[in-house]
């Protein structure tokens, strides 16, 4: 296959000659040691526009130019499956490190997404389809891994049955441009979170309330908690029944009531969007399809 290096096109004119100079000088030297200076000389008009005009992107090169090289010298499709390969990972990853993983996997997802952008590899729809799918896979681990931490705790039994998520009875819905696959670079994630008090796997003197509520909290934070490699997605949670007197998590015999009584038109709407991303999916597909007489 192809690697990125031969498919990248100049976007335009370089806006700041000097700026990318400095970046490519930096870039020279991690190239030439670890041996993909090739890659680098075959890319570099490509590039050059991008690092003279983006920050973030010449940042996120200079950081950590190992990661440039491997990414110049991959399929861009083969790249995207192998850092989704590695999101799935980071959710077995013990808590700290595999937060931090997926912090790193985020900007590594941005770098590749914008080159390819920018290069005219990718199309529109396949840019928010690639920055959307590592959200999706994102949500997947960052749920997992708030699991372990409640299993570790002794608040929560390891499911043996891995096809209802890492906690049975708990689901997420991914609203919005997630829910469309259109997130964009700045895109926070719009996610309604719903869970079946009956269902969770909890210890005897676990409230289910107290925990879905706990919970739902830890796993937005492993998203958005910023650290020195920056943070992974901005937690929307607003979209559930009612926000301004609701908690994080909803449970699916409320949320019924609520829809059936009191929903409204723009829920009707926003409903459209709305599919399975992380935690039960059979729990999720099955309250998605009993809702669907409300949803436009």
């Not at 096809?163 to 441009?177: E, I, N, S, T």
Request: aromatic share 8%; with cysteine.
């Amino acid at each position: 296959m192809t690697p990125l290096a031969d498919l990248l096109a100049p976007c335009g004119p370089v806006r700041d000659a000097k700026a990318a100079e400095h970046v490519f000088e930096h870039l020279k030297a991690a190239a030439e040691a670890e041996g993909w200076a090739s890659l680098l000389a075959r890319a570099r008009d490509a590039m050059a526009p991008v690092f003279g005009a983006s920050s973030y992107l010449a940042a996120l090169a200079r950081r950590r130019p190992a990661v440039l090289g491997e990414i110049l010298g991959c399929n861009p499709a083969a790249r995207l499956a192998d850092i989704l390969a590695r999101t799935e990972r980071a959710g077995h990853a013990a808590g700290d490190a595999g937060r931090k993983a997926l912090r790193l996997l985020k900007a590594e997802t941005h770098l590749l997404t914008a080159l390819c952008d920018l290069g005219g590899v990718w199309d529109l729809d396949a840019v928010t389809g690639a920055i959307t799918r590592f959200a999706d896979a994102a949500c997947h681990a960052a749920l997992r891994l708030a699991a372990a931490d409640e299993i570790a705790a002794g608040r929560l039994i390891a499911s043996k049955d891995d096809a209802h998520g890492p906690v049975p009875g708990y689901f997420c819905l991914a609203m919005g441009k997630q829910g469309a696959f259109e997130l964009n670079y700045s895109s926070d994630i719009d996610i309604s979170i719903f869970y079946d008090p009956e269902a969770l796997p909890l210890a005897s003197n676990v409230e289910p309330q107290a925990f879905a509520e706990r919970f739902t909290r830890a796993f937005a934070q492993g998203l958005q908690e910023k650290t020195s490699d920056s943070y992974v997605f901005r937690v929307d949670l607003r979209l559930r029944p009612d926000p301004s007197s609701t908690p994080p998590a909803v449970p699916v015999v409320a949320a019924f009531d609520y829809y059936e009584s009191v929903g409204q038109n723009w829920e009707r709407a926003a409903f459209i969007k709305a599919r399975p991303v992380a935690g039960d999916l059979p729990a999720a597909r099955d309250f998605l399809n009993e809702l669907s007489p409300f949803i436009w």
